[in-house]
């Protein structure tokens, strides 16, 4: 299934389906529908939000399964939305933490980024983490703010997001699996200049508002079973800057869930970004840094495209 949460005219936000590409099934008009036809246990709740449906497990994941199997049938047609009629958001609009990340987890970003005057190359034994605060996440379509006053230097990195369906600590790489509910697009958008100042932390530089764009849904595991062999590409005006492999990860899924999750509870609905390939702007020559006017796609195998166009920090899109 392709989960995404959507917004109407009236900016209230629902969850829902994707329905081929120009439909989306409404998670709270099926329930009800669903459960008045006796197709759904009236005792499972319609969950009000993604991250609600990934906290209700396993019944409620089923239910939803069902009911976007009769999608085309006439009983869940009042169901069914225009995807042209509403706005999509992130997936997951506010995370209830911050947005764990992941950095060099592909070898040849590494080198590039040691070239172009970031950390000295070398083999890591470890994962390096960082995170983005909840605030800083938009959906697709939104505008990435570029403030020159306040950084000169903002780059784009596509990732692909690991969401955490099912708590645990001190997880074993052999059961990491078990607590994926699916993945969704990141691009960690970075100011290199503020990331560079800080001593090596990399939360100012990496955590600004509209600086982790995701989406356009969540793909579940069982939906998206190669995910360690998918394309990952971003294109910056229609030119191609970032193409690899998800199987070039330095560490792969399960192991960065055991490293992350020793003495540190994950919880449903918790994103990791699971690093990013070559071909970023500051290790381009010259350095090719994003400008106001820019447009980015963003694109993962098997689960779709991220767009988002960068604004200066006087736009309209930024008004209160």
């Keep these: 299934m392709r989960l995404l949460t959507y917004k109407t005219e009236q900016e209230a936000l629902y969850p829902g389906i994707a329905v081929g590409e120009q439909q989306i099934l409404d998670l709270t008009k099926a329930f009800s529908l669903g459960q008045s036809a006796g197709i759904v246990d009236g005792a499972v709740a319609a969950p ?28 869940m047609s009042a169901a069914l939305v225009a995807a042209s009629a509403v706005q999509l958001v992130a997936p997951i609009p506010r995370p209830l933490k911050n947005v764990f990340c992941v950095g060099s987890n592909y070898r040849a970003h590494a080198v590039e980024a040691s070239k172009a005057g970031g950390p000295p190359d070398k083999k890591l034994k470890l994962p390096v983490f960082f995170s983005k605060p909840p605030t800083a996440v938009i959906g697709p379509g939104a505008a990435i703010r570029h403030d020159p006053n306040l950084s000169d230097k903002m780059d784009y990195e596509v990732e692909l997001g690991v969401v955490i369906g099912k708590a645990g600590r001190d997880i074993r790489a052999a059961d990491a699996l078990d607590h994926v509910f699916g993945f969704t697009i990141i691009n960690d958008i970075s100011a290199r200049d503020i990331q560079r100042v800080h001593g090596g932390q990399y939360l100012r530089g990496k ?85 106001p006017g820019d447009q980015i796609t963003c694109e993962i195998e098997g689960i779709g495209q991220l767009t988002n166009i960068v604004r200066g920090a006087n736009s309209s899109a930024f008004a209160e």
């Design 48 to 75: 009000d939000s993604i991250i609600g449906l990934i906290a209700a497990g396993q019944e409620t994941l089923t239910a939803c399964a069902t009911l976007a199997g009769m999608a085309a049938d006439d009983r």
């Design 207 to 291: 955590g600004l508002d509209t600086s982790c764009p995701m989406g356009p849904h969540i793909v579940t595991i069982d939906a998206l079973e190669n995910f360690e062999n998918l394309r990952i590409s971003l294109s910056v005006n229609n030119e191609l800057r970032q193409d690899g492999n998800t199987g070039n990860m330095v560490f792969p899924i399960a192991r960065l869930i055991e490293t992350l999750s020793a003495g540190l509870t994950l919880e449903p609905g918790d994103i990791i970004a699971t690093g990013t390939p070559s071909g970023v702007g500051y290790a381009m020559d010259p350095p090719q840094f994003l400008k």
